[in-house]
């Protein structure tokens, strides 16, 4: 814990432009009234956080990082119900709650909301100490680990994902690109008690652990069929998650759905896919975007999370990784050589300074 907030420094993996990220001492930000300071103990790296380096979007100075978990260190004067200690997540937002699209449970797009700055990551957890709203922390469960516990907020995007579709057992489901996003709708689906999923993937790696995670089938992108104008192909799936962001799999799955099938966007990419609209007509298909979270915010995913209905160890890389590591295991996730969700300690270098609360 934190003894002199006001003149302490912690390690912080700073974007500096041109796709670089350099690990500087920052002030440990200080502590309002309403607010809690709390140690980061994970944080993963986000397909977000690979599009705002790699494609050169962050604003430099920025700190990404938004998946994490952590221990409170400290806690403001006017907080009454948080003590020192407690592990911790961070809720979403909330909407307002009475606008059209608070009422069908998706506050992320709440319409009485100001409109997001999209490249506002400057306050991210790819350091030590981060400083947050008090109202708006969640308790992690105590038999959920503080380290499995920063794969909530995708969990939870996960879960409106599939709540968006109205997924049910009888659905036959293609899920295209099977990296950590791709393996979380897949353990996701599983848990709700849908097995007829086939991932498609180009990297072999991530195929085999799609099918450790609970895929029947997996494919390579070039194994997909051609539909036929007006047709579906031989075997359509009637819903499809598109969560490799890439335009060429994106109409390639397009191809694959069913009659009335419904395809949800979940990836987002740079370059956009071609969409025929005539097939979706003549096909009366349901395309939808998932953006973030329901109205239920990050509680049902962190009871899934320790529910035991997913395989933990298979959605987490084993190996942790230290700032100094960020950048270049980026690009080992854009190049597809790892299947699933890296965690960030925020230690300044490989091997040194462990964090505390990561049991």
């Known amino acids: 814990m934190l003894n002199d907030v006001s003149t302490a420094l912690m390690p912080a993996a700073v974007y500096i432009g041109d796709g670089a990220i350099e690990v500087q001492q920052l002030p440990v930000p200080a502590l309002g009234a309403e607010e809690a300071l709390v140690e980061v103990s994970h944080c993963g790296i986000c397909g977000t956080d690979l599009h705002l380096v790699l494609e050169r979007y962050a604003r430099p100075g920025s700190v990404l990082g938004h998946e994490w978990s952590g221990t409170i260190a400290a806690v403001g004067s006017d907080v009454a119900n948080w003590e020192a200690g407690a592990r911790v997540v961070l809720d979403p937002t909330p909407g307002c709650g009475e606008c059209r699209a608070c009422r069908r449970g998706r506050p992320a797009v709440c319409l009485r909301r100001e409109p997001p700055d999209l490249l506002d990551f400057s306050r991210g957890a790819f350091c030590r100490y981060k400083l947050v709203p008090a109202a708006r922390l969640v ?20 879960l409106h994902t599939v709540n968006l579709a109205n997924v049910t057992p009888d659905d036959r489901v293609l899920v295209t690109g099977g990296g950590p996003v791709g393996l979380l709708t897949v353990a996701v689906l599983r848990s709700r008690g849908v097995t007829d999923i086939v991932v498609s993937e180009p990297a072999a790696a991530r195929r085999k652990r799609a099918l450790a995670v609970g895929a029947s089938a997996v494919v390579a992108p070039e194994e997909l069929p ?26 390639s799955a397009l191809d694959q759905l069913d009659y009335a ?12 896919p071609r969409v025929n609209h005539n097939r ?29 209905l997913l395989p933990l160890e298979l959605l987490i890389e084993p190996l942790d990784i230290g700032l100094d590591e960020v950048l270049p295991t980026m690009h080992r996730l ?12 925020p230690r300044a270098s490989s091997g040194t300074d462990p964090r505390p609360g990561s049991a």
């Open 139 to 158: 308790r992690i469960p105590d038999s959920l680990p503080t380290r499995a516990a920063a794969l909530t907020e995708p969990t939870a995007i996960a």
């Open 226 to 251: 051609r539909a036929q104008m007006g047709r579906t192909v031989e075997a359509p799936f009637t819903v499809v998650f598109e969560c490799s962001g890439h335009a060429a799999a994106a109409e």
């Open 261 to 272: 099938g419904t395809f949800v966007f979940v990836g987002t990419g740079n370059a956009p």
């Open 280 to 308: 979706v007509i003549v096909l009366e298909q349901t395309l939808i975007g998932a953006y973030n979270y329901d109205g239920t915010g990050f509680r049902p995913a962190l009871e899934l999370l320790a529910s035991g």
């Open 334 to 345: 854009a190049a597809g050589e790892l299947p699933g969700k890296v965690m960030v300690t």
